[in-house]
């Protein structure tokens, strides 16, 4: 999921909506290295699934917003070291008989270089919503959920939501955060409590300053990304709910690539069923889900 704000986005791609969460609060880039998963051999039958511009490309294209933990690993020079998003997409590529290349966009360009046809798909962690899927498809492998995480400075002092009434929670600018901390805030006044005062911010950067200088007591952030942090980095935070905005996990196409999506699922099926998908995310202390589909999203 991407903590991205909504104001770029050209007028055809309008109707996503709001963006899914997606910070990395007290976490840093990482040369962290890979699943190590031997990639699987090419599967003649799902390669004729492909659509001719793909087989005769030979290519996955793919557009992504670096970094974005654990889904995208860099080093400090901003290369890919691992992820969740670059090993599964290997092993689809693989799967499918095709090479995988994965492309750096600017968040403000990326779905609607999807729409746009610029790349095959973008896959970094995004969220499946029922406003997206008007434009677009999603091929899901994962859920993933929101949590309220506070500095680590604060632990102990905060430990529920409930803790957040009255207090100032650091969001970023249009993104489902903000929703998310005004649905906390409502809940407190209907528990009559003082609201909470959601904070909005233009990037992930900006947010996770708030948290750490003071200036919010509370953060939303990405469950998976915030334990991550917590784990393997020792980000100065801590979780202090359970989680809640459950989502859906997957890549995004056009919504007319049917050809390819329905490629893709049959190869994400495929990795779950011999245990390849369930090994690339296990190496991230992830889980896969059951069984992956096309737009699990509730809602549309």
Not at 145 to 165: H, I, M, P, R
Not at 191 to 200: F, L, N, S, V
Not at 273 to 286: P, W
Request: proline residues 4%.
């Amino acid at each position: 999921m991407r903590n991205r704000p909504l104001r770029y986005l050209a007028a055809s791609v309008a109707v996503l909506g709001l963006l899914t969460a997606c910070g990395d609060p007290g976490a840093q880039q990482q040369p962290a290295a890979g699943a190590n998963t031997a990639l699987p051999a090419k599967d003649q039958a799902l390669h004729d699934m492909l659509p001719q511009r793909v087989k005769d490309a030979g290519v996955l294209h793919v557009g992504t917003t670096l970094p974005n933990l654990p889904y995208l690993l860099t080093d400090d020079s901003n290369n890919i070291t691992g992820g969740i998003t670059v090993d599964v997409g290997k092993a689809v590529a693989a799967k499918l008989g095709l090479d995988y290349r994965i492309e750096n966009i600017a968040w403000e360009a990326l779905l609607p270089g999807v729409v746009a046809g610029r790349f095959d798909m973008a896959d970094d962690g995004l969220s499946d919503t029922a406003e997206r899927q008007q434009v677009g498809v999603f091929v899901d492998y994962m859920q993933s959920a929101s949590v309220l995480v506070t500095a680590k400075a604060n632990e102990g002092k905060y430990k529920s939501v409930d803790d957040a009434c009255g207090k100032r929670i650091a969001t970023i600018r249009g993104t489902t955060d903000v929703q998310h901390a005004d649905d906390i805030s409502k809940a407190c006044v209907d528990k009559g409590k003082p609201a909470a005062e959601a904070r909005q911010y233009p990037t992930a950067q900006d947010a996770d300053l708030a948290l750490r200088s003071g200036q919010a007591d509370f953060q939303v952030a990405v469950t998976e990304q915030a334990k991550y942090a917590i784990s393997t980095q020792n980000a100065p935070i801590v979780i202090v709910s359970d989680n809640f905005g459950l989502s859906y996990v997957g890549m995004y196409l056009r919504k007319d690539d049917t050809a390819l999506a329905n490629a893709l699922l049959a190869a994400l099926k495929a990795l779950k069923s011999d245990g390849t998908l369930d090994r690339v995310i296990g190496h991230y202390g992830l889980t896969s889900i059951p069984e992956p589909g096309l737009n699990l999203a509730k809602g549309n």
